[in-house]
């Protein structure tokens, strides 16, 4: 095994025992994505100098005998979180020059926890796609096959920690951008409850919907992840202040589920779902059951409306959430005489065509007149897919089903249908709006070799019972140990 594959623990264990540094770890991963990166283009912007700088720190700092959880461990982080002198563009030739003056809390936590920040990772503009193919500056690939996309928007984190290019990764997920891009890559991906980390220093996109999560190679590297950045933050109100467990601790090598209740919503498994995408995740059901979890068949019949309720929602808070740049305080300015004319030329050369198909979308649905019709209507019905959800999990512990209709498609094929675009979201966005967590850990590979991901959703703060069932689920399978052909 070379260094740049080891997951977090397994580095974890190496760092303390003495058979390698830091610096030696940090300089076999920054080898292993010099080599790789002008094919996947995972990072807009790669800080080799500083993360070397940052590794014999926390050498000094073991040497001193100190211990942190994340003492020595390189990672990646998404490029919509607010880095401390170092470039933050969201993907967007608006931002392009922006640099920020203070960290995101979740990023300071990793710093704080002895991480080294490898650099920043490509995403779509503002969080806005599934693919990266709305990035500004280039679309990253996916390692399992170049000519496909990773998936989005966190696609650059994803496909970083799929070709060994970081041992794991922050990304954001406003309505499937960790567990999606997770899927396509065939990595552990977990966006946490509403509330569970911080937003702090998070560039926003819908700020009733974002929230920060990890991207692992597998499940206990996330349990680790999440333990760091989870927690209360006063700079976040919406930061629940509720304890943080010890999710690593939690996952017990004996992986039984008995006495665990999985449920299966029939409202899944529907037409357009790719055959071996289906077949796969029944398959894994199958598996759980073996372990001896409880399967029942749940419903949560408001689920077809997800992605109409998702589409007037998020826009929305996007248009209020974007009418900050403006060419006087962030970013891009484009000189254009008067006031209005430069507000108009800065945010025209400044936004894609996708932000601002999404400007005018939500500026739309929160005008006089049409506000009651399509926004509070939309919020009206996201409170009964919210409600969907706490009746079926009395019922059950956790709620199984794909985390993407499909398999990685074709850089280019989606591009020019929008609609296209915003169904590989269709069984993600529901947790979103529902406000609960979900994670997305590899179940197979389809006809083409592309991996499949199984999505294991759990109620508020249930992230220990969903780390558990996909940890088990884990260990009796071999799906996580398979390695792209790069
Ligand atoms: N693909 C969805 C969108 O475009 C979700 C994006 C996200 O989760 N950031 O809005």
């Known amino acids: 095994m070379k260094l740049h594959q080891l997951t977090i623990h397994e580095a974890r264990d190496g760092l303390a025992n003495g058979e390698f540094t830091a610096v030696d770890l940090t300089e076999a991963v920054l080898e292993r994505t010099l080599a790789v990166d002008n094919d996947v283009r995972a990072y807009l912007t790669l800080t080799p100098e500083e993360a070397l700088v940052q590794a014999r720190v926390v050498d000094g700092r073991r040497a001193a005998g100190e211990d942190a959880p994340l003492l020595g461990i390189p990672l990646a982080i998404k490029d919509v979180l607010c880095t401390e002198g170092i470039h933050t563009t969201c993907g967007s030739r608006i931002l392009e020059d922006f640099v920020p003056p203070y960290d995101a809390t979740a990023v300071a936590r990793l710093r704080a926890a002895g991480a080294v920040l490898l650099g920043k990772t490509n995403t779509d503009e503002f969080a806005m796609g599934s693919s990266t193919e709305n990035s500004a500056f280039f679309t990253t690939h996916n390692p399992w096959d170049l000519d496909r996309v ?16 970081c041992l794991g ?205 399509y926004y509070l209507k939309a919020q009206k019905v996201r409170t009964l897919i919210k409600a969907d959800f706490d009746a079926a999990f009395e019922r059950v512990d956790v709620i ?63 992230e220990e019972a969903v780390l558990r069932v996909a940890h088990a689920y884990e260990q009796a399978t071999e799906w996580h140990r398979r390695r792209p052909p790069l």
Not at 153 to 161: D, E, I, Q, R
Not at 309 to 318: Q, S
Not at 433 to 457: K, V
């Open 150 to 165: 990773p998936g989005g928007s966190s696609g650059g984190s994803a496909a970083a920690v799929a070709a060994d290019e």
């Open 169 to 373: 990764a922050l990304g954001t997920d406003t309505g499937g951008s960790v567990r999606q891009p997770a899927a396509l890559c065939g990595v552990v991906g977990l966006k946490p409850t509403y509330g569970r980390v911080s937003r702090y220093g998070l560039v926003a996109f819908a700020s009733s919907l974002d929230q920060i999560g990890v991207l692992a190679k597998d499940v206990a590297d996330a349990a680790i992840l999440l333990a760091v950045i989870a927690g209360h933050d006063p700079c976040d109100s919406t930061s629940m202040d509720v304890p943080v467990p010890d999710y690593g601790g939690a996952l017990q090598d004996n992986n039984r589920l008995v006495g665990v209740r999985v449920g299966v919503p029939r409202e899944y498994f529907v037409q357009g779902v790719q055959p071996d995408v289906e077949a796969a995740v029944r398959a894994a059901v199958d598996r759980l059951a073996d372990l001896g979890a409880e399967v029942q068949e749940v419903s949560l019949p408001h689920t077809d409306y997800a992605l109409p309720v998702y589409y007037l929602i998020a826009p929305a808070e996007a248009s209020a959430n974007l009418a900050r740049y403006d060419g006087v305080r962030y970013g891009l300015r484009v000189d254009d005489g008067g006031l209005i004319e430069t507000y108009k030329a800065t945010r025209g050369q400044g936004f894609g065509s996708e932000v601002k198909r999404r400007i005018m979308l939500g500026t739309y649905a929160l005008s006089a007149g049409y506000y009651d019709a």
């Open 400 to 462: 199984v089903a794909p985390t993407s209709p499909t398999t990685a498609f074709r850089i280019g094929e989606k591009v020019d249908d929008p609609l296209q675009m915003y169904l590989s979201d269709v069984f993600t966005l529901s947790m979103n709006l529902a406000g609960i967590c979900g994670l997305s850990l590899p179940c197979g590979f389809d006809a083409a070799g592309l991996p499949i991901g199984l999505q294991i959703m759990g109620s508020a703060f249930g």
